[in-house]
């Protein structure tokens, strides 16, 4: 292999650096399985990691999901999700399905080595080698926010890594970005991005196999906007939309049936946004406000909350998809009195006693849990929600012990999967995606072997920033000013 890891690091791997495959300006694979946007992505990506030296031509004719050269044999074993074979007659790559087969893909592109890059000259070699490989944890999803402040390019690199890496999901976030029809307030009318601008992104996703997740929050985070400061994101251009939000605005009114008809609207043109797909996140998370205005007041807080998202859930389950909420809101601090020292419980429960609503939700909802704090193997939610009867997903930070954790957590309990979170940290987790991958896709418990500077050459075959320096790297400076 040409750097001196593989990321993820493959379950199986031999090579036999005595035997190359060799080849020159050209190839030619056969090809099956491939939608013609993840083939486009295939032939792109060969380009970049033979530093430009050799355009692949793909040709129909493979058997099942399959990529090959020459007549070589590969076969999967009972538990490969793929394997990939070459030896000095060719390369074959095969997978269970389209993800599959491109995952393997984008394991042969970094054992490619450049061996004559002059033009007229150009020679590539790939060592014979053999790997049977299955990730420990079967979705892997990556929470990106779109802020006023965020460049796309950012946003980009970011798609551009989790897939390579072998992520399955993508969840956008929008603060105030996205440009609704249903009320145009919801956007910042200097700050947003209309959906044609935003389109890229979904097929960029889409041609590494990824399924975009459309999240859109339904109960907290009412504002679009952080609450340290200050801004909102609707009430700022229009403070007669008031009574669609508690008084202070941070949290939607449930009690309003005008609210609960435009959150049906946001959800209808965020799912038409990200196209087919099989979730939903409705975020509720940190509903400091909730229940507090004069119409709610007169209800039970946690029924109000409960009939909402079960409503709801319905509503989604009709159109084939299931909703994913943050935890927080479901427990209190006093359910986990024996937690370790060291760790923290995040819970919100114990406010308006929303925490009785968990046992009235419909187990269809998916949670998922962020626990920021636990970077000491031990992680009492997860198991709770588990038992509870919840698919649960495990979400930690940009925090590497806490990534760490939370990823063994999700093995030792078979969670549903993992869903990294990158909030304002975006940097910083472009900076340690193939750690964070390397932690949710090797069955092993032990940290990941890890290079940032192997990450970076693998993003610059990702990302083409054409020598511009702000759109290179992980920031747009060197120093903070």
């Known amino acids: 292999m040409y750097l001196t890891n593989l990321y993820p690091k493959p379950l199986g791997f031999e090579e036999n650096e005595c035997e190359r495959f060799v080849f020159g300006a050209k190839l030619t694979a056969k090809v099956e399985g491939l939608s013609r946007a993840a083939a486009g992505r295939v032939k792109s990506l060969w380009q970049h990691f033979s530093c430009g030296a050799c355009e692949l031509e793909l040709t129909e004719g493979a058997d099942g999901y399959s990529f090959s050269v020459g007549e070589v044999e590969c076969d999967l074993k009972k538990d490969d999700y793929y394997a990939l074979c070459v030896a000095s007659n060719g390369i074959k790559v095969k997978g269970r399905d389209e993800k599959s087969l491109f995952d393997g893909i984008t394991t042969l592109l970094q054992l490619i080595c450049p061996d004559d890059l002059s033009v007229g000259n150009e020679s590539l070699y790939i060592s014979a080698a053999e790997i049977h490989d299955s990730p420990a944890i079967p979705f892997r999803a990556v929470h990106l926010c779109v802020f006023p402040d965020t460049k796309l390019y950012n946003i980009e690199k970011a798609i551009h890594l989790a897939g390579f890496l072998k992520f399955t999901h993508i969840i956008l976030e929008f603060w105030g970005t996205f440009r609704y029809e249903c009320l145009p307030e919801l956007s910042w009318k200097d700050k947003s991005f209309s959906k044609k601008d935003l389109k890229y992104l979904i097929d960029l996703m889409r041609s590494y196999g990824m399924q975009p997740i459309p999240m859109s929050n339904q109960l907290g985070h009412a504002t679009q906007s952080r609450a340290r400061y200050g801004r909102h994101v609707v009430l700022n251009t229009n403070p007669r939309l008031s009574r669609f939000f508690e008084p202070d605005g941070w949290t939607w009114c449930l009690s309003n049936p005008d609210t609960v008809k435009l959150l049906r609207e946001m959800r209808g043109e965020m ?76 819970a919100s429960g114990d406010n308006k006693n929303t925490a009785e609503a968990i046992d009235h939700l419909n187990r269809d909802i998916i949670v998922a849990d962020w626990q920021y704090g636990y970077t000491k193997g031990f992680n009492p939610t997860t198991k709770y929600f588990i038992d509870k009867g919840f698919d649960t997903l495990v979400c930690p930070w940009s925090n590497a012990e806490n990534i760490l954790s939370l990823a063994n957590d999700a093995k030792k309990y078979n969670a549903f999967g993992i869903l990294i979170t990158t909030w304002d940290h975006l940097p910083a987790w472009l900076s340690d995606a193939a750690f964070a991958a390397g932690c949710i896709w090797e069955k092993s418990e032990e940290r990941p072997a890890y290079a940032v500077t192997e990450e970076a050459a693998i993003l610059r075959k990702l990302f083409d920033s054409a020598g511009d320096y702000f759109s290179s790297g992980w920031n747009m400076n060197e120093v903070i000013q």
């Open 271 to 346: 799912i038409d946004f990200c196209g087919e797909g099989e979730f939903f996140h409705l975020g509720f998370d940190e509903s400091y406000s909730f229940a507090t205005c004069d119409r709610c007041r007169k209800k039970i807080p946690h029924e109000i909350l409960s009939d909402f998202l079960n409503g709801v859930t319905e509503e989604l389950l009709a159109a084939g998809r299931r909703p994913i909420i943050w935890h927080d809101q479901l427990i209190r601090h006093s359910d986990f009195s024996n937690f370790k020292e060291g760790s923290y419980v995040i």
